[in-house]
């Protein structure tokens, strides 16, 4: 890029076109709208687990009649697409997971009911074994390691279950390898070639997902943590391998988790890549904000401030638990 010719002082004066709303409004280089939000929502099975979740304040878990509603909202608001996370029975969680792929677990009904409500809003699932599985891994736990090959076949079988429950997005977030090739492939073959695949490519061993344990009830159950799948917080290059292997396996889109830590990596995979691009403001993300602003140390524009940088990093959207929020916001 040629940088823009800069007359010195006082011919220059880059004040000038900060002086009022308008001005500044006209040489804005990014721009926020709802359209760039992706809202995740947790759909619970379990009779008294709705409501509030303690360590992310705002954000309830709702029954199906409550995902309807929010699927209503998103509409309401512009939000193009909710992504769901189910809140499954403890006692149906199992080490062989099949309730992952089962037509009536809590996801795929969730699925059906935002779809039978609003038809044209865009409907993300989640890929990934943990909400069934009694080892709060994403994959399946033998003797302490998490099979790979294994558990690519258990979550094909989940996604093929999603797509015939009219997902428009799958949402593989488990960072097996050979996934994606593995979905495309199926997804193929039983006449799904329309279901877009949002990969998680970038997804880091990160301690911001604290929250979002509680939130589908799987901390009390994960022993060790996820970084024998998950990239290196300090890994920029091997975040890029991820991204291009999951694009030449056929992810649509790609997913860069959590965000404001990893704008770095943002910037570069759009710069890369060209891809579609998403960022996951992710629960511990959303848990500090909201702790500050509802303390009185922050104020909600520092909410919109956040999202915004998504933007400047290259991102097309952001999933953020702020999106019915944010959108209203910007309304
Ligand atoms: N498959 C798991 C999954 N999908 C989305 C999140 C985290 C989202 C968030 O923290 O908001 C996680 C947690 C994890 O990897 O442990």
Redesign the pocket.
Known sequence: MTSPIIAPFPASRLRRLRRTENLRAMVSEVNLTPANLIW?IFVTEVAGAEGEIASMPGVDRLTLDGARRAAERAARLGIPAICI?PHSDQDLKTETCERAWDPDNIGNQAIRAIKETVPELAVMT?I?L?PYNANGH?GIVVDGEILNDETVEALVRMALAQAEAGADILGP??MMDGRIGALRTALEAHGHKHTAILSYAAKFASA??G???DAVGASGRLVGD?KTY?VNPANRGEALRCVARDLSEGADMVMVKPGMPYLDICRAVKDEFGAPTFA?Q???EYAMLEGAIRNGWLSRDAMMESLLGFRRAGCDGVLSYFAPMAAEMLA
């Open positions: 995740p996370f989640d990934a943990d994403d977030s488990d911001f997902y929250p979002f344990r996820k998950q996951y992710v629960s511990g």
